[in-house]
Each structure stands twice: as C-alpha cells, then as structure tokens.
C-alpha cells in the first residue's frame, strides 16, 4: 500500500481534519500523480454533508485535481514523470458498454467510478479525492494538461469547465446563436466564457443587479433581472439555448418562455426533483427540450482543455491554504467566492509538520 496524507471529515457534517491514509499499489496501468493544486467544487460540501445520501466516510472530497507525473506503471506508455496532468470526477468505468465505447463513460451503464465516495473497480477499496498529497488513477482517466495553462487556474477546469463545455458542444452552440445563462458563480462564470468564445451572443439572467458589471466584464451583451416580470416577458421567443447552473430548486418556466421554437433549456445544476413542475405548455407549444447534462467523458474533457488553451480561458480562483478549508467550505454555502478555491497542495506540508 502508498501511505498518503490529506483532508477528510470521519461522518456527516463533521469538519475536516487532518487524516493519514493508504492508497493501493501502482498497478500496471496506472498513474501516480503528486497533487500540487486541487478545487473546491459545492459537490465536495454535499458529499461531506451526505446531501445526496450516498457518501462514504471517512470522506477525502476532490474531484477538479491537477498535478505532475511522479511514477508510471509498467504498462503506461502516454505519460512520463514529470508530465502535468489532471484528474476529473471520475477515475474508472467499465469500458464495455453502448456508452463508454462512445467516450461517454460519464453515463456508464454499469457505473462509473467516481474520484471520492466511490469505490475501486477491481479491488472494492474506498476511492479518495484531490484534498491529498498524491493520487493513483488507471491511465485512460487521465487528463493532459497544456503547457499554456496556469495549473491553478486550470483546476476548476476538470469539473466546472466541462460541466458546462460538454452541453455547449452536445447542442451545438454555433456563432451568432442566443445563449443565456441562469447563475453567475463557478459554473455559470465558465458557461459564459466558453459561450463567448463559441461565438454566440451571450445573456446573463441573475437576481442580484449587483451582478451586471462582473457580466459584461466576462464577455455578456446583456444581463436580465430574472425577478422583474416585464422584463422577462419581453424576451419571450429569443433563446436558442439556455444554460441554467442553478444548484436548488426553482422555477423553469418563466425562463423556458425566453426560448425559441425548438429551443432547449439546459440544466446542470439540480440533482432532485423539479419543483414547481415544468408546465407541458411551454414545451408543447414551441417544441422545446428540457435536457440534463452530467460532466463529459474522457476525450470530451481533453478537448475542453486544449479549448481553454487555445482561447485563453481559466477559472477565476481565489487559492487558500488547506487549513482553511473548512472556512471556505462555510464561504462556499454563502456565495462568497468569485468564483471558486483552489487549494494549494504544498500547505499541506505546513499542516503535517505543525501536527
């Protein structure tokens, strides 16, 4: 076994701490990668709260992980040491099924697995995330990273990057089309991003006025006050796409009446019920889609990097020290991150020596 070291809460709702733990073995095809940055994604403030009912304690949280290449297996052949490389939100699939053979292993039909909270494909060991020293991973779920991006800013990139990419693409956003974006936060700052650099004519709908000059900073032509009424009304019919990045509850259809006839309102944010339910009304009439979208496969996530290389796009990162990621766990719930921590991975030391 590789002792390792990292951040883990041991129940539900308990803070995180300090804990030292062991990883498997390097198996033949797999990656040893030393973590040097790691995000802080809301998904890691639910695990570690059991929101969804399905975390496994004790919980190491971290799915958006970059780092650099320390050990390769025997069977490895497209990394070396010292190769820069990601990890997403998963780090295996079956690799047998309709969906994985399509680079889809995001929706693997025999489950993928993911990062943390889940468990090894071959041995059933626990999976641990990013808020650690190191991280083993099978080969073909790792993600190179360009040589043009800044391994901090990058690493929001290997969730809330292709999260909002892989609808974009899925849909085929397309130059000139209408994209509006429900949320500004760490998804919603990277949906606008990529629209832009698509090329469409992006909206920002918010409920926070305070919003506006961050919008247009980021590249939007418009940005709509999502609670007054009239102005809602008045775009009605003009959306090819909506992308809404919203983690709660809310109500769909005031912003499904914004579409265009067979426009399609995306979501990425909600994981439960819809709730007030979405008025047939408003689909049948105009033809239009209420579609979900689940991160990206493996290749997908590649090309969404070298995109983000090729136009220049990061996330806004704010970096902390992994002693404060309770605090920033707490910042998080608040909305107060513009627009998502990054840890950096070489505090850990400073913890470890401290303890």
């Known amino acids: 076994m590789t002792p390792s070291y990292g951040f883990a809460c041991t129940e539900a709702g308990a803070p995180m701490k300090p804990w030292s733990f062991e990883r498997r073995d390097l198996r033949e095809d797999d990656v040893r990668i030393e973590i040097t940055h790691c995000g802080v994604c809301h998904s890691d403030i639910h695990q570690a709260h059991n929101d969804w009912g399905v975390a496994t304690f004790p919980l190491v949280p971290g799915h958006e992980i970059v780092g650099r290449v320390v050990e390769v297996g025997s069977a490895v052949s497209t990394y070396k040491v010292g190769d820069k490389v990601g990890v997403g939100c998963m780090v295996d699939s079956c ?78 956003l397309a130059k000139g089309q209408k994209l509006a974006v429900v949320g500004l936060g760490g998804l919603g700052h990277m949906a606008i991003k990529f629209g832009v650099a698509m090329g469409a004519e992006v909206t920002l709908f918010t409920r926070s006025a305070s919003k506006e000059a961050e919008a247009r900073e980021l590249g939007c032509t418009h940005v709509v006050l999502s609670t007054n009424e009239e102005e809602m009304k008045a775009l009605a019919g003009t959306f090819d796409f909506i992308l809404d990045t919203v983690p709660v509850p809310h109500d769909l259809n005031p912003y499904i009446a914004t579409l265009k006839r067979d426009g399609t309102h995306i979501i990425v944010g909600v994981i439960g019920p819809l709730d007030p339910p979405v008025s047939g009304v408003n689909l049948i009439f105009g033809r239009k889609t209420v579609l979900g979208s689940l991160i990206g496969g493996i290749a997908e996530t590649q090309e969404m990097l070298d995109f983000c290389a090729e136009h220049g796009i990061s996330c806004d990162i704010e970096t902390i020290k992994i002693a404060e990621i309770n605090e920033a766990f707490d910042r998080t719930v608040k909305g107060d991150v513009h627009y998502r921590f990054v840890i950096d991975m070489a505090s850990l030391a400073e913890t470890k020596q401290a303890a």
């Open 95 to 172: 690799q047998e099924c309709p969906s994985c053979a399509e680079g889809l292993e995001q929706y693997c039909e025999n489950g993928m697995t993911p990062t943390y909270a889940g468990e090894d494909r071959r041995d059933g060991q626990p999976t641990y995330g990013g808020y650690s020293d190191q991280i083993i991973v099978r080969d073909k779920f790792v993600l190179r990273m360009p040589e043009n991006l800044d391994l901090a800013a990058a690493a929001p990139l290997l969730c809330a990057g292709i999260t909002t990419y892989s609808p974009l693409k899925h849909v085929g």
